[in-house]
């Protein structure tokens, strides 16, 4: 192996064992935290660092071939998938009324999505219907 | 419609290149299925065009938007010591905190991307979106969160181009 082999080597096992720790922290963290609104944020750790440092870590272990390509159109993906699925999580808790202590005066929110969403729901019962 | 037919087109090549680079196959019957896959792909979104006729803008600046990615990606870092810190003090998190942060972009796609670097950096969530701001949950309120949110939020404006909100 020479020089530039080895510095490859370390530099990918370093971001692999960085971003394995990042998802044990990240678990750790969603274990211990005592509610749900805290636990949100426990997950993110594993999706951002986690995730971004394991395929960082993979990447360079490819190099320069197809499998890096894929390997980063997942990052991509990952990255913009992410935080969506996060967010739908936490927006499902919050429109069915499970907020956080001292959060109540959001209450008038969801109030109002409620009522739109019967509106939008009664002026369009087959969005497609006619369309195609 | 000539219009149409040039997105179409450049839209069928992306999509080849995307095929090409994800099978490395190269033989005639892959060859032949990953064309159909693109001409029904096309198809597809051509009818679906119909549902509802809404323009998808991307009113955002390329190089711009670069320069941002990497500042986020310090922010993404730093919050996750920061929230590492505290899931590995094992104390509870006690300063849970929902507020309202103000929203000033103008296209949806700078909207999307805010509310997206809010969830990326650990620590803070978006809950929901009104009109002209997020609700925003954190895990460990501190004095200057706001202030940190409202520079991203200037930095997401900076990176529109000139005519955003024009076409949607």
Redesign the interface.
């Known amino acids: 192996m020479t020089a530039l082999d080895w510095i490859v080597e370390i530099a990918s096992w370093i971001a692999i064992l960085m971003g394995s720790a990042f998802l044990i922290i990240g678990a750790i963290g969603t274990l211990r935290f005592p509610d749900f609104w805290s636990r949100v944020h426990a997950v993110s750790v594993t999706d951002s660092a986690g995730m971004l440092l394991l395929t960082l870590g993979m990447c360079i272990q490819a190099g320069f071939t197809l499998i890096t390509v894929k390997l980063i159109i997942i990052g991509v993906f990952l990255f913009i998938t992410g935080p969506t699925a996060t967010h739908a999580v936490a927006n499902a808790a919050f429109v069915s009324g499970f907020l956080p202590k001292g959060a109540d005066k959001f209450r008038r929110v969801i109030k109002l999505a409620d009522k739109e969403a019967k509106i939008a729901k009664k002026r369009k019962r087959s969005p497609l219907k006619g369309k195609l | 419609m000539v219009n149409r037919m040039i997105q179409g087109i450049i839209a069928a090549l992306g999509l080849a290149a995307l095929w090409l680079?994800?099978s490395?196959l190269y033989k005639t019957l892959i060859f032949v299925l990953g064309t159909l896959s693109v001409l029904l792909t096309i198809f597809i979104v051509n009818?679906m065009d119909?549902?509802d006729g809404h323009k998808l803008g991307y009113d955002i600046g390329i190089f711009a938007t670069i320069k941002y990615l990497v500042w986020l990606m310090v922010e993404?870092?730093k919050s996750?010591w920061a929230?590492?810190k505290?899931?590995?003090s094992g104390k509870?998190?006690e300063n849970?905190?929902?507020f309202e942060v103000p929203v000033t972009q103008k296209s949806e796609i700078a909207q999307v991307i805010f509310?997206?670097s809010i969830?990326?950096?650990?620590?803070?969530?978006?809950?929901?979106s009104?009109d002209d701001n997020f609700?925003v949950?954190a895990?460990d309120f501190a004095e200057g969160d706001m202030d940190a949110l409202a520079d991203m939020d200037a930095r997401v404006s900076a990176i529109e181009t000139d005519n955003a909100g024009a076409v949607s």
């Open positions: 680079l994800m490395g009818r119909k549902v993404i870092a996750n929230v590492t505290v899931i590995l509870k998190p849970n905190n929902m509310a997206n969830t990326l950096t650990p620590g803070t969530v978006t809950v929901e009104e609700i949950h895990l």
